[in-house]
């Protein structure tokens, strides 16, 4: 199977070596999405805020492989404060109908200002 490389044009520019998504086969892999404007380059304010942006940031990445939210198995949220968790849900069930993916959500430490990050994988009917 031939990997394939998307980068959308409306997304953040990558300024590491990685793509924003790879699709193999039926499946796409994002890489992880922050809540950066991509036409500002700037991190938009608060948990609540970055995270519509990171969600917003991965429609466009999972589109770009011919994917969309619905294709979604898994999801990998990834967050700074634990205090964030109930804030970011929130705006995480404005993306997602049941049945939802699977998801693990994790705190770990992130770029400064970056608040929330999250990829998933999603598979396409063949």
Not at 53 to 58: H, T, V
Not at 96 to 125: C, H, K, Q
Request: no cysteine; net charge negative; glycine share 6%.
């Amino acid at each position: 199977m031939s990997r394939q490389s998307f980068t959308p044009e409306r997304a953040p520019a990558a300024a590491d070596p990685y793509s924003h998504a790879v699709r193999i086969g039926p499946f796409v892999h994002t890489a992880g999405q922050v809540g950066v404007d991509p036409a500002t380059r700037q991190a938009r304010e608060g948990v609540e805020a970055q995270t519509r942006q990171a969600l917003d940031n991965l429609r466009v990445a999972l589109a770009a492989a011919g994917a969309s939210m619905d294709d979604v198995l898994r999801v990998g949220v990834y967050l700074t404060r634990a205090e964030d968790f109930a804030a970011m849900n929130a705006v995480y069930r404005e993306f997602f109908d049941a049945p939802y993916p699977a998801r693990s959500t994790v705190y770990v430490g992130l770029n400064p200002g970056l608040l929330v990050e999250i990829d998933a994988l999603a598979v396409l009917e063949p």
